[in-house]
């Protein structure tokens, strides 16, 4: 499936909304960025949507489409029927022309297939040959079946889908014509590749619009002779259904929409819970209007709704009938093979994330697993790893982090704007005396020093480095940084306690000034008896006076 969405690998910044909305957690996360797992996806297109980073991409046909039209080949498109939703005020004569303009040879309505495809639904309600019938028009629904609940692949209708009846009807009018879909299911790419021979490619509204840009084609007016048809209906929720008029009364006929829905219908169906029903499935919310490539203008489901509803009508299309073998359609199952890890290692994952205790498994989908134990299965599945859960990384860096501040010798306190404290370490209490950290944890730093420190830094928003200050309650030195984090709205203090210095550098100069007074006076008893004994010592008794001088102005520096 990487083939037909494919990520940006520069765009991917690790959010795992993906994940979170993937309805089947075909997503893994590997060398920080997101894989989509091609052997589990369905193509639903819900991870494309979501994206914040709009790191993923479809990949594009246009210019497969380009070359089918330079070559020469028939070119017919099969438009369907939500293009009234996707395109306002725009019918199948303004879309034909418009193709035209880019090459087509002709284009119809996907909505002729749809009509076809609602007759062979009625017959099948009537065989009664299965007591749950699921519509198969939804490709990401048929493969959510065959992947992810192959128990549930017999009560899949074995029919084409309208796509196909219709692209198959246009080649059977129009031998070696070159048939293409386009509509709002990335999905469909794939169902057009797996049964080669009716569809040859498929493009987005998306794509369409592009193309259309590039070429400067637009829509013009023109009037809509065709008519109004039922099977127009189609891409909404419960279309299919109001196109069944010929209905079994043995039958209820519901319709679900969202694959997280269509998840919990199929559960039911598996296990009994659900019989004699005929249920119209929608991999999209809304159906198909709801595609996840319905131009991003266009996710009004009441609006679009509304557009297709006034657009369809009550007549049928002057077909011919087909039978059944013709719209059959082989469904095979895809089971999935996935390792699945013992209860043993999933509680040695759990552990290794730091929740040994079923309380510690908050559950909190900040990964994208509705569990914790469904993201240690997706650990051991390698789709995972333990650096994507948001708890166990805020209490690993929090631990990280008291570790540091509670085994630092330096004082660490921590205030908010209205100098309340936040945090403190056992090295600031010690300097100021406080017994335990809870006695001035969210208290006012008022009470055990003066703020005006902390209010100055604040008002000029310059911080203070290793400065020295005295705190006089205290008898004690500090050399102190302030810090004012204005992002994070908070203001540390960083103290370091140097009363021994303060006191070993007092202590020095004492004993320096002690020597220079000493000096003092041997130089003034000298000084006195110099002239008394000058004829004898002479030089000496200078270089003695000299000497002593110097002595005291080394001292007097110090």
Known sequence: ???????????????????????????????????????ECILCGTCFVVCPQNAKQIRNDVNKVKDAIASGKKVMASIAPSFAANYNGVNITQMRNALKKLGFSDAEETAVGAQMVTHEYEKITFERKQSVIISSCCNSVNTLIQKHYPAALKYLADVLSPMQAHCQKLKKENPDCYTVFVG???????????????????????????????????????????????????????????TIKNRNDEYSYISVDGTENCINALKDIIDGKIQNCFIEMSACSGSCIGGPVMSREHKLPVTDFVAVDRYAGDREYDIPECGSEELKKDFKSDILRKAMPSGRIINEILHKMGKSTAEQELNCGSCGYDTCREKAIAVYQNKADFTMCLPFLKDKAESFSDKIINNTPNGIIVLNEELIVQQINNAACEILNIKNQSDILNNPIVMVVNPAEYLNVMDTKRNIHDKKVYLEQYEKYVEETIIYDQEYHIIMSIMRDITQEENEREKRNMICSNTIEITDKVIEKQMRTVQEIASLLGETVAETKVALTNLKESLGDE
């Open 1 to 39: 499936m990487e083939n037909y969405l494919q990520l940006k690998k520069l765009n991917c910044k690790n959010c795992y909304k993906c994940i979170r909305h993937c309805p089947v957690k075909s997503i893994k996360f590997s060398d920080n960025r997101a894989y989509i797992i091609a052997d």
């Open 184 to 242: 709002p299911c990335i999905s469909k790419k794939e169902e057009a590749e797996k049964y080669p021979g009716i569809v040859d490619a498929v493009l987005t509204f998306e794509e369409l619009t592009e193309w259309m840009e590039q070429e400067n084609v637009t829509f013009e007016a023109a009037d809509d002779p065709d008519g109004k048809y039922t099977s127009r209906l189609y891409p909404t929720n419960g279309g299919i259904l109001r």
